[in-house]
């Protein structure tokens, strides 16, 4: 299995990206997918999950109703939407493939990552 991110870029406040995740490997629609974030002298953060259907999606309260997750299960495809970027969201994003029975919140409970894709958000 491997995760490959991509879309991340050098933004101003407010303005918006919108990251891609293509996984090759088995079929990923088995499976909840999700995106973390790790700033400099942070620790790696849960940013949103969606299951497999692509319904129920989690948000970490910090950027629930600015950011939003999709996937296209045809394409092997998961996506962050994120629009109203503020600087505190610069960091590099990664996405990850889900334990099947766990909870999808916390990093442990992944088992694959893509390589991480850098987002700069200047003010």
């Known amino acids: 299995v491997q995760l490959q991110a991509s879309g991340g870029g050098l933004v101003q406040a407010g303005g918006s990206l919108r990251l891609s995740c293509a996984a090759s490997?088995?079929?990923?629609?088995?499976?909840?997918l999700g995106w973390f974030r790790k700033a400099p002298g942070k620790e790696r953060e849960f940013v949103a999950a969606i299951s497999r259907s692509g319904g129920s999606p989690d948000y970490a309260n910090i950027v629930k109703g600015r950011f939003t997750i999709s996937r296209d299960n045809a394409k092997n495809t998961v996506y962050l939407q994120m629009n109203s970027l503020k600087s505190e969201d610069t960091a590099v994003y990664y996405c990850?493939?889900?334990?099947?029975?766990?909870?999808?919140?916390?990093?442990?409970?992944?088992?694959?990552w893509g390589q991480g894709t850098q987002v700069t958000v200047s003010s």
């Open positions: 990850a493939r889900c334990i099947q029975g766990q909870a999808c919140l916390r990093s442990d409970e992944y088992e694959y």
């Open positions: 490997g088995r079929t990923m629609s088995a499976y909840v």
